[in-house]
C-alpha cells in the first residue's frame, strides 16, 4: 500500500508539473532590437525596445525610434527623427506578437538573437 501512495503521489508531482513549461519566445521578447538599413535615398536606423505592459494579459509595450539621414547629391541632410508607442499581444499558440494598431506580426529566433517584422530583420542587443 505504501508503494502505491509514493507512487501515485509520483505522478500528481509529474502531471501538475507539465503545465507549467515556459514559454522560451515570451521570455525571450522583452529588450531592444537594432536594423540598419541603406539604400539610393540615405541610411535608416530603427530602434525596437519592448518592455512587459502585463504579464497575465501577454501585453507588451513597444517603442519604436527611427532616424533616416537622406542623401542628396552625394549630402547627407538634416536627420529625420520619429518616436511611436504602442502595444503588442503575443499569441503563444502561434509563438507571434502581434501589435495592436497595424497588426503586425513580429516573430523570434531565439538561437540567433532575431525579430522579424516582415522581410525587416532585427538583431536584438540587450
Known amino acids: ?6 507512487f501515485a503521489l509520483l505522478l500528481m508531482a509529474i502531471a501538475g ?8 519566445i515570451a521570455e525571450f521578447i522583452p529588450g531592444t532590437y537594432v536594423r540598419e538599413g541603406i539604400n539610393e535615398f540615405g541610411k535608416e ?13 501577454k501585453q507588451y509595450k513597444i517603442v519604436n525610434k527611427w532616424l533616416f539621414a537622406r542623401q542628396v547629391d552625394g549630402e547627407v541632410k538634416e536627420p529625420e ?15 507571434l506578437l502581434e501589435e495592436s494598431e497595424t497588426l503586425d506580426h513580429y516573430s523570434f529566433d531565439t538561437k540567433e538573437n532575431l ?5 525587416n530583420k532585427y538583431k536584438k542587443i540587450k
Do not use: H, P, R
Open 17 to 24: 508539473g507539465c503545465g507549467t513549461a515556459t514559454d522560451d
Open 45 to 57: 536606423y530603427d530602434t525596437l525596445v519592448i518592455s512587459i505592459q502585463n504579464k497575465e494579459a
Open 115 to 119: 525579430l522579424f517584422d516582415g522581410t
Open 1 to 6: 500500500m505504501k508503494n502505491v501512495t509514493v
Open 81 to 95: 527623427y520619429k518616436i511611436k508607442e504602442t502595444s503588442a499581444i503575443y499569441n503563444s499558440d502561434n509563438k
